[in-house]
């Protein structure tokens, strides 16, 4: 055991530079163990995966806790790094540390990821119509004209987010008020949602479902790729109707029906999954 890494109290900091590959973990909270050696085969996590190579929306299988948060209880010592690099590092550190700007679009994906999470181990964990394969993710955030847009994957659904700019009147609007949004693929259809504290705090926002329920997706990667094509396709210029073409898109799935098998082409997600577009 002499060449093992002794266990300390607290988390690895999100620094994966502090790990080696055959590192072991320990979520703080429920105490689930990650070994690369076996993987995570909940969030289809190959063998010989290391902790530091696992994906970002990669989470505790148990607890659903963030990586940051997991402890090392074993590891092989990391090689220090050479004489002329510790002291450029040492140099780097007598500088004054730049100030970091909070970036609205990550902090708004955490809220929302936090609210979703408790929702799901709170209220919807072993209902009928929630997919138990998937978990909570927010998915592609980023700024658009003034507001945030993104994507949220949850068990039981996936929706296109949208957060207006800071200062918005929401006077007049109530939870499941609707409004064409524009974008440039064209104009969507989303709907209001106004959470109370109960819930965590959330500002309100836009959400267009895409997907509800979410059995047609068999891994978590297979949902969040196609949450990242649904943003990146609602920000495509490319893919707005042209004058003349057919601008109807197909109905949206009522909640408690299948959705259809997902098309990860992001026309079809967006125009055939999407709310129905202006005009149509």
């Avoid at 969030?43 to 010989?48: D, R, T």
């Avoid at 990391?78 to 690099?85: L, R």
């Avoid at 094509?229 to 109707?241: E, F, I």
């Avoid at 949206?252 to 999954?273: H, K, N």
Wanted: with cysteine.
């Amino acid at each position: 055991m002499s060449s093992l890494t002794p266990r300390f109290e607290g988390s690895y900091l999100g620094d994966t530079a502090r790990l080696a590959d055959d590192a072991v973990m320990e979520c703080k909270i429920c105490w689930s163990v990650y070994d690369p050696a076996e993987g995570c085969e909940v969030w289809q996590v190959p063998p010989h995966t290391p902790f530091s190579s696992l994906p970002d929306y990669w989470r505790c299988p148990t607890c659903d806790g963030a990586k940051e948060q997991f402890m090392v209880v074993s590891a092989s010592p990391v090689p220090p790094a050479p004489a002329g690099e510790v002291a450029t590092s040492n140099a780097a550190l007598t500088q004054e540390e730049p100030k970091h700007t909070p970036d609205p679009a990550s902090g708004f994906a955490r809220a929302l990821e936090d609210v979703f999470a408790d929702i799901y181990a709170s209220k919807m964990r072993g209902l009928p119509f929630v997919n138990e394969v998937l978990n909570v993710k927010a998915v592609g955030f980023c700024s658009f004209e003034g507001q945030l847009v993104g994507a949220l994957v949850t068990p039981w659904f996936m929706n296109l987010i949208v957060l207006p700019a800071a200062g918005t009147d929401w006077s007049g609007v109530v939870s499941g008020h609707k409004k064409l949004l524009e974008f440039p693929s064209g104009a969507y259809e989303f709907t209001a949602a106004l959470r109370d504290g109960g819930e965590g705090a959330l500002p309100g926002y836009w959400a267009c479902s895409l997907f509800s329920p979410m059995f047609n997706f068999t891994t978590m990667l297979q949902a969040v790729d196609t949450a990242q094509a649904a943003v990146r396709g609602l920000l495509d210029p490319a893919l707005h109707p042209q004058p003349g073409t057919d601008q109807t898109a197909a109905p949206v799935p009522q909640a408690g029906q299948p959705a259809e098998t997902p098309d990860m082409g992001r026309r079809s997600l967006l125009g055939g999954q999407s709310a129905r577009r202006a005009g149509s």
